[in-house]
């Protein structure tokens, strides 16, 4: 395992949340471009959350079965260094883009996490999911971290689904993944009910120095 898990924080629709996402210390954002999606954004909004994001700091595009039209449009308009792909897309459409990509699974059985690694060989990772029939992610749900494989033949894996404050630390402790991805996890709450798309500081910075804290206790007990 790394001493330092990597972090993602995705669904962002407001340049205010990517700005305080970084001052968090993620290391990239996530645009979400799937109409379906309640953090859905035009590509008009995402030129604008993405503005004034800083150099080191990566923009991750995330798509559902798009056409190569749909990909390329965002990518002439908005700065993009990553692509995600969540829907049927294969390695070869995939890889067609000039961009690094990372390809999402929802996760069925443990099987299903050696497969994608084999079927995508281009994929810089994979990213793993929680299986909800007809959604193909974003579902707020984890699913049995148990079933993923410690395998050091496997790409690195990115954990998702579910995700927040109260439960990263834990996370990362049993799957020990090459980074997290959250969304809903640090999103705010008005009278109790969930403001998908917008971000709460408070709960962003949370997640992320829960994070930062298992990492220094495995350093730790490594030396």
């Given at each position: 395992?790394s ?29 979400v ?18 503005a ?13 079965n798009?056409?190569?039209?749909q990909?390329?449009?965002?990518l ?18 995939c ?5 690094p ?7 069925r ?6 497969a ?15 299986y ?17 494989p410690?395998s ?7 954990l ?12 990362i ?9 959250v ?25 992320l120095d ?6 220094a206790n495995?350093r730790?007990?490594?030396?």
């Amino acid at each position: 395992m790394s001493f330092r898990t990597r972090t993602k924080i995705c669904g962002l629709t407001r340049a205010e949340d990517a700005l305080a996402a970084v001052d968090a210390g993620a290391d990239a954002l996530g645009l979400v471009f799937y109409p379906p999606s309640p953090r859905a954004v035009t590509i008009e909004q995402a030129a604008d959350v993405v503005a004034d994001v800083p150099a080191f700091v990566s923009v991750t595009a995330l798509f559902v079965n798009p056409t190569v039209e749909q990909v390329q449009s965002v990518l002439d308009a908005v700065r993009i260094d990553l692509l995600q792909f969540h829907g049927d897309e294969d390695e070869a459409f995939c890889a067609q883009f000039n961009r690094p990509y990372i390809k999402a699974i929802r996760v069925r059985q443990a099987s299903d996490v050696v497969a994608s690694c084999v079927r995508f060989p281009g994929a810089l990772a994979v990213l793993l999911d929680s299986y909800k029939p007809g959604v193909p992610g974003g579902t707020g749900e984890t699913f049995d971290w148990s079933l993923v494989p410690q395998s050091d033949d496997l790409k690195p894996i990115i954990l998702a689904g579910g995700l927040n404050p109260n439960n990263v630390a834990f996370a990362i402790d049993q799957v020990k993944p090459f980074a997290v991805d959250v969304s809903g996890g640090v999103e705010a709450t008005l009278d109790g009910v969930e403001q998908k798309g917008i971000k709460d500081p408070g709960k962003i910075n949370a997640f992320l120095d829960e994070v930062y804290r298992v990492d220094a206790n495995t350093r730790k007990n490594k030396h």
